[in-house]
């Protein structure tokens, strides 16, 4: 049975079962309070009947006449005054019967005459015992409410006969009908209305549902319990006032959130790059970090039936990839440094092979102690001899050997010093990286001559000082906060979430060694503390080296 058809018969029978309890405890009171009216109304004829002062004498008459006198056989009775006093009121007032007796319980009045003289049908010690009696009985006229009232003499005060007065009950009934025809039709619109709220109401939730069924519901809510917490995605979703609607554990593990269900999604703690992405809802990926991890979000909107129902945020952890990126990166620098090196070797080679050819052995030989006292790339980067770490002297190598690809130059500090090995390679590489990155873009897109970009490294203990400075036109004022996530002049729709992360990354990376990265110098002239005019960042990196006996500044 369908939801609607069960809400519309619950209700309905609810209603139904309501409007019978109700209707029956008013029928109840009203009948009694019908028969109550009716037996009033009673009394009060009885009361006035018994008062007047023809039937008081009369009615005292025949009680102290002889016995026999009230009888059957007496015709005085049906002409006498208290016969046409019973029967001119019965007829004014409409009661079944108004019967006057003596303190005999002998009938003196009644509507039927061959009932005079008779005994009254129903006790009327009561009555006769001078207290008023109103009560349901039946009598030779059938079923009626009456009231039995004394009457007395009015000289001596005594009791000498009484007068009873009956409603028929069947005219107490109409009444009641009448009284209760109403409440019927009452009842029957209150039916009506509650079965049109009823269905209104599961039209309602009709729509409320989507139109689904209960099972379908419940099963419905299993399996976004299933999606929800078995995909490898997070999910953050907000109904249309902002609100958390739903955080699942993926979310809640890449994001450091709690619960947060029924708050502001304000109050969860996201980054600010991350409530952006949440709010604009644009559908395009954005790269984001969030404490240590690197992640993509995307949100889109949710609507319905031209009705906002909220926006959903999907975050996939991209940290491990770009984790290899980093690495990857670093590999393709050193094969840059390599291939760079091979290709010179076979110059040189290729030198010495003409030389020998034509019997040049003297010049050959010079050539050969030419390139042994330089290095086989000492001369494109000079100074790098400062700094011993493999994997950092191939880096820079092969950072110059792409700046000069970008017609850009790469100059060593002078006082660059760095001989211990360093110990997380990925991580300084990637800040120096996006350091450099930054500094040559700047240098090639100025337009200043000549464009160089200076980096210095400073080994002090097991910290590494890192200093990067270039010949742009340093930073855009238009830019308060260059290391805000996606803070950045320039877009590349190739690039996830566009530009803007790679000083944020690196200043995240080197706060999480206890470092830092800062702006010293948002350049834009050339001055004698900034000589080369562009911006200057300097980056410290704490415990990044094995530490030596002396630091570099004890060398030189």
Known sequence: MKLRTQVLLLQSAVVAVALGIGFTVFATTTEDRVT?????????????????????????????????????????????????????????????????TDDQGLRLAHPDPEQLGRRVSTDPTEALAGREVVTSESGTLGDSVRAKVPVSDPVSGRVVGE????????????????????????????????????????????????????????????????????????????DARGNVTVVNAEARRLLDLDDGIGRSVDTLGMTPRLLDVLRSAEGIPVAATTGDRVVVAVSRRVVRDGRDLGTVMSVRDRTDIETLTRELDAVKAMSTALRAQRHEFANRL??????????????????????????????QLEGIDAITDPYLHAFLVAKAAHAREQGVTLVLGENTWAHATVRAPVDVTTVLGNLLDNAIEAARTS?????????????D?????????????????????????????????????????????????????????????????????????????????????DERDTGWAERI
């Not at 025949?62 to 056989?73: E, F, H, K, L």
Request: net charge negative; charged share 25%; aromatic share 2%.
């Open 163 to 238: 007068v009873s007065v009956g409603i028929a009950t069947d005219r107490v009934r109409a009444d009641l009908r009448s009284d209760l025809a109403d409440a019927v039709l009452i009842a029957l619109a209150a039916l009506v209305c509650g079965a049109v709220g009823s269905l209104l109401l599961a039209n309602r939730w009709k729509r409320l549902t989507l139109g689904l069924e209960p099972e379908q519901l419940t099963e419905l809510v299993r399996e976004q319990e299933v999606v929800l917490h078995g995909i490898s995605d997070g999910v953050v979703g907000t």
């Open 350 to 379: 290729h030198l010495l092979d003409g030389l020998l050819r034509r019997g040049h052995a003297e010049q050959a030989l010079e050539y050969i102690e030419q390139i042994l006292g330089s290095g086989p790339l000492g001369e």
């Open 461 to 545: 203990g097991a910290d590494l000082h890192v200093s990067v400075a270039d010949t742009g036109d340093g930073v855009d004022p238009a830019l308060p906060d260059v290391f805000a996530e996606g803070a950045t002049t320039r877009s590349d729709p190739t690039v996830p979430g566009g530009r803007g992360m790679g000083l944020a990354l690196a200043r995240r990376i080197a706060r999480l060694h206890g470092g830092d990265v800062v702006l010293a110098d948002r350049g834009g002239q050339r001055t004698p503390e900034n000589p080369t005019g562009g911006a200057v960042f300097l980056a410290t990196l704490p415990g990044m080296l």
């Open 447 to 459: 337009g200043r001559a000549p464009a160089e970009v200076e980096v210095e490294l400073m080994e």
């Open 36 to 100: 109550d009216e009716h037996g009033q109304r009673a009394l009060a004829i009885a009361r006035s009947v018994s008062a007047d002062p023809t039937v008081r004498d009369e009615v005292a008459r025949y009680s102290a006449a002889d016995d026999g006198v009230v009888s059957p056989d007496n015709p005085e009775l049906a002409s006498g005054a208290v016969q046409e006093a019973a029967e001119a009121v019965r007829t004014a007032t409409g009661a079944l019967f108004v019967v006057v």
